[in-house]
């Protein structure tokens, strides 16, 4: 049996517009970085199979900050090695895959170095 708050929940959900939930899914994928479609696939196929653990990453630059496009310059020169003119073309041309099949660890610190730099970054 649902707890009360979980129950009052429950009927707030069913209150929402379809309009609403929609914001309201898009909000709690953003907030928790998950996803909808991937809690509701396995459901919908039935037995699912074991999920294996992503061990290589794809750190791709989504975009940038205007006012750092600089700094993101920099960084992507700094993490890759390219020349000024290739770096900023990179940039510029966002969305762009920065590095591919990098370790979990090396991902993170990459997408913090651009992130620091004023980069919006995604890794995948």
């Known amino acids: 049996m649902a707890s009360e708050k979980i129950t009052a929940m429950i009927e707030e959900v069913k209150a929402l517009t379809v309009l609403e939930l929609n914001e309201l899914v898009k909000a709690l994928e953003e907030e928790f970085g998950v996803s909808a479609a991937a809690m509701a696939a396995p459901a ?16 791709v630059l989504a975009g940038f900050d205007a006012a750092a496009k600089i700094k993101v310059i920099k960084a992507v020169r700094e ?46």
């Open 44 to 59: 919908a196929g039935g037995t699912a199979a074991p999920v294996e653990e992503k061990t290589e990453f794809d750190v």
């Open 79 to 124: 993490i890759t090695g390219l020349g000024l003119g290739e770096a900023k073309a990179v940039v510029e041309g966002a969305p762009k895959t920065i590095k591919e099949a990098v370790s979990k660890d090396d991902a993170e610190a990459l997408k913090k170095t651009l992130e620091e730099a004023g980069g919006k970054v995604e890794l995948k």
